[in-house]
């Protein structure tokens, strides 16, 4: 145990954001040399990796995934492997998820899978929502392609080592959206020779954050930032710009619900004149936990005497794991960092070093129970 704690300090200590993860993905890929995998998966979806255990016999295939990065905030937590990196920190959990996998390779390693293979997937750029995305289009990715995914995630605010559940979705689809608006600048002293936006973006701003209102189930719509013009007195705006994040518990109440906020949009924009471009960044699908699944997590957390707790409700934030539930059965848990635990993407939080047997643990017996 003590080889995965030093290993979460070194990664702790080295952060790396979406997408720029080389060097992390350099001390994953030296870690796993020793353990002599019988397939590795390097670059895939850009700085991911795969390593693949074949068991003696045919089988299901099972994924285990974690992710590689770290998070643009400043790490604040004092301690002797603090974040070098300025500006960068490791304060959602990635470095603890990492060791956690890794550990599993060690136990992978020491004992071949029964039947079947299984799948340890280091997946880049988690926190923009694209890592997922990019590793299951990259081509490479049909040779692993799993019967089962599964995914923990450390929660801040539950009681050390509690394994908290969900049946159905365990957290929320989300997007971040930009409207474009664009007439034409004119000068100041003349408005009515150009196009000017800001009446547009007023209604905007007022009509659109009551669409989600008209969902069956949850969904939310935050507005984010707002962009008129440029500081010239001089003249008139000629564009404008409303940026938000949309939510929902139900991919389809998402889909929805962006298909409103586009036709709103529309025909504000056609009563002003204007016309309308939207971008999208960041899109998280539904993390959706499959209800066979579940049953064999909650026996897995029984047998090993963990604390247990199923959430009311959905998780409001954002997972990319979701996509995976869209191509196989898939399940994602939490595992309780503490209730004095600061909480994620805070710049004191610092992943428990405790934890890492529990999720090795977790992982083991859900390997376990599906090799019977």
């Known amino acids: 145990m003590n080889n995965l704690i030093h290993l979460r300090h070194t990664l702790h200590q080295f952060p790396e954001v979406a997408l720029e993860e080389s060097q992390t993905a350099q001390r994953i ?51 002797p492997h603090q974040s070098q990196t300025k500006g960068k920190g490791h304060l959602c959990g990635h470095d603890g998820h990492m060791a956690i996998i890794c550990g599993l390779g060690e136990k992978l390693a020491q004992n071949r899978p029964e039947k079947g293979e299984v799948v340890l997937l280091f997946q880049p750029a988690e926190e923009t929502g694209d890592g997922a995305k990019a590793v299951l289009e990259d081509r490479r990715f049909e040779q692993i392609k799993p019967d089962f995914a599964f995914a923990l995630h ?30 034409k600048t004119s000068h100041s002293a003349h408005p009515e020779a150009g196009i000017n936006p800001a009446q547009a973006l007023a209604k905007l701003i007022q009509e659109l954050p009551q669409l989600p209102k008209e969902a069956e189930g949850f969904a939310f719509l935050t507005l984010i930032h707002a962009e008129l013009g440029s500081l010239a007195f001089g003249t008139s705006a000629g564009k404008g710009s ?51 699944l579940y049953l064999l997590v909650e026996k897995t957390a029984k047998n090993l005497e963990f604390s247990l707790v199923e959430k009311p409700e959905p998780f409001r934030w954002s997972e990319d794991f979701g996509l995976f539930s869209q191509i196989c059965p898939s399940f994602l848990f939490g595992l309780g960092a503490g209730e004095n635990c600061p909480q994620l993407h805070e710049g004191t939080y610092d992943f428990p070093d405790e934890l890492i047997g529990t999720g090795v643990e977790m992982f083991e017996g859900i390997l376990l129970a599906l090799q019977k």
């Open 154 to 183: 450390n929660l801040p605010g539950y009681p050390m080592h509690q394994i908290v559940m969900r049946d159905g979705t365990f957290a929320a689809g989300s997007t971040g959206m930009t409207i474009t608006l664009t007439g």
């Open 29 to 79: 890929l030296d870690f796993f040399q020793p353990l002599e995998p019988d397939q590795v998966y390097e670059k895939l979806g850009g700085t991911g990796l795969a390593f693949v255990f074949k068991g003696k016999k045919p089988g299901k295939r099972l994924l285990f995934r974690c992710e590689l990065d770290a998070l643009p905030i400043e790490d604040l937590k004092e301690s």
């Open 242 to 292: 409303l940026s938000m994040t949309l939510r929902a518990f139900d991919q389809q109440e998402l889909d929805s619900l962006i298909e409103k906020v586009k036709a709103k949009a529309q025909a504000v924009a056609e009563s002003e004149k204007l016309s309308v471009e939207f971008g999208f960044v960041e899109q998280f699908a539904v993390s959706v936990n499959d209800p066979e």
